[in-house]
């Protein structure tokens, strides 16, 4: 195998506020695999929290590029198994690649990854569209500068409900919360509620990531479902956040790709958990291999297309929500000359 790669930081269309942090550009590692001449594309979006810089990444491909491709491919699952005990510390890298490898695999097999997985395209969920935090004013216009069926609202500031009042006085979308562990079980015990009567759907990681305590008392008491984003990163979460949270939210980045996301679909429908995809901001090259997965979700979040200003792919649209793929072999994509 060949390997390439490049850096991309494309810009936000509106500064991207969550209870983290602001970004103005989403810097990520774009790669690229060459089998018998067949090429596959893959991306992990570097998130600071997680302190996997872009460099970082590219610092793991140089050491072990010789390990990389030398890799006797023949199917993906194999493929991330080696890379996952080549690049322990990296997940970030080891998504992107086994990405690449499932497109490859798909253009070798001459079908979309969901064919391949016999999987039913006619049902899928809409994705929703992310509000970041801002001021109420603010939130208001990106609402509607974006009409769209379903909003998913960044919290976790002291106007947290003065926003959601406001937001749902202007619509009658579905609305869902994300308050990126920026609240306490005090302050979620209180909220809650008013976003029951307010009509949003759920509330995604309301506490912090190891408050399983808390967690616990909140899923007991809590009068919306709650599901795991911070709190579930790799497959061993998964078991955990039974009886903490009414189901994960998966991001293809964090738990190293989509070998290891399919194997937690499998594990949380055993244990009745809801299950989401999420979104890190990639472009149409990580939301695609996000798409390919959309008829084994409750939920789906993959809106980075809609907040980048810029995109580097081609080959999945939206419809009001609706996603719609290419049914080209693959992730179905086709790279923007920005990278050619």
Request: some cysteine.
């Amino acid at each position: 195998m060949k390997l390439k790669y490049w850096q991309s930081n494309l810009p936000f269309k509106h500064p991207f506020t969550i209870s983290k942090g602001t970004k103005t550009h989403q810097p990520a590692l774009i790669v690229e695999l060459e089998h018998m001449g067949i090429k596959g594309y893959g991306e992990a979006p570097a998130i600071t929290y997680y302190n996997i810089p872009v460099e970082k990444m590219i610092a793991d491909i140089e050491q072990k590029k010789m390990f990389i491709e030398k890799f006797a491919f023949t199917e993906p699952s194999r493929y991330w198994h080696y890379l996952h005990h080549l690049l322990p510390q990296n997940p970030f890298l080891v998504c992107a690649l086994d990405i690449a490898a499932w497109d490859m695999y798909g253009k070798l097999k001459q079908q979309p990854l969901y064919k391949l997985w016999k999987l039913d395209f006619s049902k899928t969920p809409l994705t929703d569209y992310t509000i970041g935090i801002d001021t109420t004013e603010k939130m208001l216009e990106k609402m509607k500068e974006m009409p769209w069926p379903i909003y998913k609202i960044k919290l976790g500031t002291p106007d947290d409900i003065e926003i959601i009042h406001a937001l749902r006085k202007n619509t009658n979308a579905i609305l869902r919360v994300d308050a990126n562990a920026g609240w306490n079980i005090d302050q979620a015990l209180k909220i809650i509620p008013v976003l029951q009567q307010a009509g949003v759907e759920f509330v995604e990681q309301p506490l912090a990531k190891d408050d399983w305590e808390g967690m616990k008392i909140l899923y007991e008491k809590s009068s919306l479902p709650l599901i795991a984003d911070e709190s579930c990163v790799f497959e061993g979460d998964v078991e955990k956040c039974a009886g903490h949270f009414h189901g994960i939210n998966i991001k293809l980045t964090k738990c190293s790709g989509i070998t290891p996301a399919l194997r937690m679909i499998e594990h949380a429908r055993k244990l009745n958990l809801k299950v989401m995809v999420g979104s890190m901001n990639e472009s149409s090259i990580g939301s695609a291999a996000i798409a390919q997965l959309l008829p084994l979700l409750d939920y789906v979040d993959m809106d980075g297309p809609l907040l980048l200003a810029e995109d580097l792919a081609t080959g999945i649209e939206f419809d009001n929500g609706k996603v719609m793929l290419s049914n080209k072999p693959g992730l179905g994509i086709e790279l923007n000359n920005v990278l050619l």
